[in-house]
């Protein structure tokens, strides 16, 4: 897939976090921003941070850790937000 125009968003403790709009699919179409995101873990977030969270409407996160790791760095509770782990490996 070919990168457009991925746009960082900035968070004072969550690294990485990226809008993945703009980028191109197989078929030609052009994935909608604001629509999906991925972040490094999000458990360090400060107060701040949840604000720019949840103004950004994210109605799921799905957390790639394994139960030990998620355990060790729990990701703060949105009442908006369905979380499901899916551990990578």
Do not use: C, W
Request: hydrophobic share 35%.
């Amino acid at each position: 897939m070919e990168q457009l125009d991925t746009q960082v968003i900035p968070f004072e403790a969550v690294y990485n976090f990226r809008d993945m709009g703009g980028y191109k699919t197989r078929d030609g179409r052009i994935v909608k921003k604001g629509l999906f995101y991925r972040s490094a873990a999000l458990g360090k977030m400060t107060s701040a941070d949840k604000e720019r969270f949840e103004m950004l409407g994210i109605k799921t996160i799905f957390d790639y850790r394994d139960n030990k790791e998620a355990q060790h760095n729990p990701n703060p509770v949105f009442s908006h937000a369905r979380y499901i782990q899916i551990p990578f490996l």
